[in-house]
């Protein structure tokens, strides 16, 4: 069957670093992306691994490993709109179909 | 415009009305989504357009009808619709050839409420 995991929830305070796990088991796979949601909004892409190792942008890193099935957000000097569901998203062919995690709500506290 | 505009924002509708959602993008994306989302879940897909023909229906009720008109709107025809359909619709586009690194543009999304 296809399964992907991530934490459900994480807590951090501000100005500290935040990783988020996140390990797949799909059919077939042409992607890992990481989006943040925001309560009552769409998802925005954060970023995006076909290959494997670190994609730095910004404050956001992200990290795959394929043979492991696993990747991980890391989220650097955290800030309060920080707080928001992060969902791993992985996809499973040339371009249409996304499967998503269940989102890691990520809590930031002064 | 590097957007995906969805009406409306919110919608209150009794289980006997008819109503529509809609779905607008002028990136020259030629897949569209439509996915449902309800509280503290992950995005679930229901419908996909490419080329303007259906592509994939995953199983959804058919009291959910998509449309796809032309290549800048998606459509999502609701009638009959249960209190447990009450979830938040989001429509999606993408490119349809690989490579794409960006996935989806989603729009901000339908807040659907059925009474």
């Known amino acids: 069957g296809q399964n992907i995991d991530q934490p459900t929830e994480m807590t951090a305070t501000e100005g500290a670093i935040v990783q988020i796990n996140c390990t797949y088991q799909t059919s077939g796979f042409n992607g890992l992306f990481w989006y943040q949601q925001h309560a009552g909004e769409a998802p925005t892409f954060l970023s995006y691994?076909?290959?494997?190792g670190l994609e730095e942008k910004g404050r956001f890193s992200s990290f795959l490993s394929r043979s492991k099935g696993y990747s991980y957000l890391l989220l650097k000097e955290l800030q309060m709109k920080d707080s928001a569901s992060y969902l791993c998203?992985?996809?499973?062919?040339?371009?249409?179909?996304?499967?998503f995690g269940a989102g890691t709500q990520v809590v930031v506290t002064p | 415009d590097t957007e995906v505009t969805q009406t409306p924002k919110h919608l209150v509708m009794g289980m006997t009305n008819k109503k529509s959602l809609k779905c607008e993008q002028h990136?020259?994306?030629?897949?569209m989504y439509w996915y449902k989302q309800k509280a503290k879940k992950p995005p679930e897909l229901m419908f996909v357009?490419?080329?303007?023909?259906?592509?994939i229906n995953e199983s959804v009720p058919s009291r959910f009808s998509p449309e796809c008109p032309n290549s800048s709107l998606l459509n999502l025809h609701l009638h009959a619709l249960q209190p447990e359909d009450s979830a938040l619709y989001l429509c999606a586009s993408s490119q349809v050839q690989a490579p794409t690194n960006y996935g989806y543009t989603f729009g901000s999304g339908t807040r659907l409420t059925v009474v």
């Open positions: 998203a992985v996809r499973s062919d040339s371009w249409g179909k996304f499967q």
């Open positions: 357009y490419s080329y303007e023909k259906l592509s």
């Open positions: 691994n076909v290959l494997d």
């Open positions: 990136m020259g994306h030629r897949a």
